[in-house]
């Protein structure tokens, strides 16, 4: 066998997609998510969910939720392969094609959405597929490219998993599912934004109309500022309902007084300062951000433990 034909045969396989690569398409860490806070919305809703329904439940969500990732992908194909942060993912990496992205990204979504009605109620089923709808055809095909409010408004579609967690347990929406919609809803604009500051170049560079390219960073970080306040009382005021308790208080404002603080720290900066350090308050900030929103989902959670063993007593 002569060397050309080995280098190809190399090149070829070196270019062949792997399982990973495929479940790469399903944007796991966003899973995690969508995962965890659908698992609260089940727990902390008063019905009872039999373990094997709650178990199909929280699976056919997160298939849904990566079939969103998966279109989100090939529709952004274009974009993810000139930013830096993205440029690995499988489709500009020229592991996946477009095509094979957007027949998976379909298959799933309408598996999730069909299996999920049958395992649970229709309810749930119809929220999981709006949330899809949402965040492939609303924000990824329109405001992503069109409006720095784009993460804004499109936050909704992250914001959806626990209602249809509580929707699988009750078969409806309440006051305490749309409490914690409006958590994650608030909570996202300034973790992407965060990440729009440091990641600047990126949203420069594909031509996104972030809030930091179409209003520049002196702007965004005033909106970080608001939100963060306006976060910081629902937060701490949900500890308050019936979602709430000591434990979620505890966690509410102590979270929410570090999340302040950092807010006003970037706020207070200018672009000399932020340039000179690396954006180093901005990646602190972001990465407070992730352990934020876990860590009040997990007092609801441990809320909702207390209330059941309460009610065993």
């Not at 949402?134 to 784009?150: A, D, E, G, H, S």
């Not at 809803?185 to 965060?194: C, D, I, K, Q, V």
């Not at 932020?274 to 972001?286: G, P, Q, S, T, V």
Request: hydrophobic content about 55%; proline content about 4%.
């Amino acid at each position: 066998m002569s060397d050309t034909s080995i280098n190809t045969r190399a090149c070829s396989t070196e270019h062949e997609a792997q399982f990973g690569d495929y479940f790469a398409l399903l944007k796991p860490r966003v899973m995690t998510l969508v995962v965890f806070t659908a698992f609260v919305g089940l727990l902390a809703a008063p019905a009872p969910v039999h373990p094997f329904i709650g178990f199909c439940a929280i699976l056919f969500i997160a298939i849904g939720g990566g079939a969103s990732g998966a279109l989100n992908m090939w529709y952004d194909a274009d974009i993810d392969a000139v930013m830096k942060r993205t440029q690995r993912r499988p489709i500009p990496a020229g592991k996946v094609t477009e095509g094979e992205a957007f027949a998976i990204g379909i298959a799933l979504s309408a598996f999730a959405v069909v299996f999920l009605g049958l395992a649970t109620n229709w309810v749930a089923a119809g929220l999981l597929a709006f949330t899809i709808f949402f965040y492939v055809v609303i924000y990824t095909m329109w405001l992503k490219r069109w409006t720095p409010q784009n993460i804004v408004i499109g936050g909704a579609a992250g914001a959806f998993p626990p209602m249809i967690g509580w929707a699988v347990a009750t078969g409806g929406i309440s006051v305490e599912s749309v409490l914690m919609f409006c958590l994650t809803f608030m909570w996202t604009p300034p973790h992407f934004w965060a990440l729009a500051l440091f990641m600047r170049k990126d949203y420069d560079n594909a031509d996104v109309p972030m809030l930091t390219v179409t209003h520049g960073r002196p702007a965004t970080r005033l909106h970080i500022l608001v939100y963060t306040a306006l976060l910081a009382v629902l937060a701490v005021a949900a500890g308050f309902t019936q979602i709430g308790g000591p434990v979620y208080l505890a966690v509410a404002i102590t979270l929410n007084a570090l999340f302040l603080r950092g807010a006003i720290r970037i706020w207070r900066r200018d672009e000399d300062m932020a340039e000179a350090d690396n954006y180093l308050a901005e990646r602190k900030f972001f990465k407070l951000s992730l352990l934020y929103l876990f860590a009040h989902f997990g007092a609801i959670l441990i809320e909702a433990g207390i209330d059941k063993l309460g009610g065993l007593a």
